[in-house]
């Protein structure tokens, strides 16, 4: 059997009371207080996230940038030094092998974000592509420390502890910074809540738990899980892969034409995406929420509409800003906002549900 991995916060998470639970082969914070008040609290002061269990691989050398033009869905080339992308590692039927951050260091240096869940097989299909290219890769999740702070005060606090000036620092564009007097800290406005907040990158682990201890140490700085990580997210709309998106999901279904870039020669994907757009594309993610008490919405429940299944849902439960069962589901194309139809909560229960507009709540988040 496998050893569950520990990420450097591990102890402090324990310090501090919270429920750990095993979460893509490490021992994770699911809650501290509760998914709730842990929520609330991000949506209007700032929150700690150990996110540390993220994969981490880098892909430098002359054939970097034709490299990701070709496994990647959304265009790296567009990218300036110092700024992020978000995008996919297609599959040739048009889903996603993942859902990732792109970082460009340099001209030809990028530094990828992986989801947990997917570090192994991302690495392994970035392995299989890289010997077709002038690259170098490096697998460094093991490496790195990362803290997601977030929330509408996030800057403020994060701010007192260095003289680089945050406010340079727009959204989706990084910066190597003076924090807490270490140097050369990867620091970038990215998150996964919907609110302002930054994504703190260190290969020094003991630095990552004096630097979540002194964020820890302001009042205005609570420790949150991943629990509330997922319902903030699900309110904002954005996507979980294994849930939302997977190998086979369409991404344009999916909503996330936005990160395909089809004016390049090609990529994987590209030709499935293609033709499905000429076919019609048959479903949408769209937002919803709960008409009616009686059971919460979750992963993999049937929607019917005119009593025949016409749907699912791909994330469901409580939304804690909104006080109500909420979620997003695959729906046909034809549901506008405001229409109502039933999800299956348990076998036999229909609840009635309408669509929403997606995010469901305005974050803090600047764009």
Same mark, same amino acid.
């Given at each position: ?11 402090? %998470? ?15 914070? $699911? ?21 540390? %269990? ?54 030809? %240096? ?18 299989? %592509? ?11 999740? @093991? ?11 996030? @800057? ?67 420790? $949150? ?19 939302? $998106? ?12 936005? $990160? ?40 993999? @429940? ?66």
């Amino acid at each position: 059997m496998t050893e569950i991995k520990k990420t450097a916060l591990n102890a402090l %998470h324990h310090e501090l009371g919270a429920r750990m639970v095993p979460f893509a082969g490490y021992e994770m914070p $699911i809650q501290y207080e509760g998914i709730v008040p842990e929520h609330l609290w991000v949506r209007k002061s700032a929150g700690l996230f150990d996110v540390s %269990h993220m994969g981490e691989i880098d892909v430098k050398g002359p054939g970097a940038l034709e490299m990701l033009m070709r496994i990647t869905t959304n265009n790296p080339s567009k990218l300036s030094l110092g700024q992020v992308q978000y995008s996919a590692f297609g599959t040739e039927q048009g889903g996603a092998v993942d859902d990732l951050l792109v970082y460009r260091m340099a001209e030809d %240096h990028f530094f990828l974000v992986v989801n947990a869940a997917n570090d192994d097989k991302d690495w392994a299909w970035v392995s299989e %592509h890289a010997k077709d290219y002038d690259v170098e890769i490096a697998h460094l999740s @093991q490496a790195y420390t990362e803290i997601a702070f977030q929330g509408p005060l996030a @800057q403020a606090v994060l701010q007192e502890l260095t003289g680089f000036d945050l406010e340079k620092i727009k959204y989706y564009w990084f910066a190597h910074i003076d924090l807490m007097g270490k140097k050369d800290i990867l620091v970038s406005r990215t998150g996964y809540t919907g609110e302002d907040g930054f994504e703190i990158y260190t290969t020094d682990p003991q630095f990552g738990v004096d630097l979540a201890k002194r964020l820890l140490s302001d009042k205005r700085v609570k420790p $949150i899980g991943l629990g509330a990580r997922d319902t903030l997210r699900m309110e904002m709309g954005y996507c979980l892969y294994g849930n939302d $998106i997977d190998d086979n999901q369409n991404l344009l279904e999916a909503g996330l034409g936005w $990160i395909i870039d089809f004016e390049k020669p090609d990529f994987i994907g590209k030709k499935a995406l293609l033709e499905s757009k000429e076919r019609g594309l048959r479903y949408r993610r769209a937002g919803f929420v709960m008409k009616e008490p009686g059971g919460l919405p979750r992963h993999g @429940q049937k929607v019917f509409i005119g009593g025949k299944e016409a749907g699912w849902v791909s994330s469901g439960t409580l939304a804690p800003s909104l006080g109500k069962g909420a979620g997003m589901a695959y729906l046909p194309r034809e549901i506008k906002i405001g229409e109502e139809f039933e999800i299956e909560v348990r076998p036999g229960k229909l609840l009635k549900a309408e669509r929403v507009n997606l995010p469901m709540v305005k974050g803090s988040v600047r764009k």
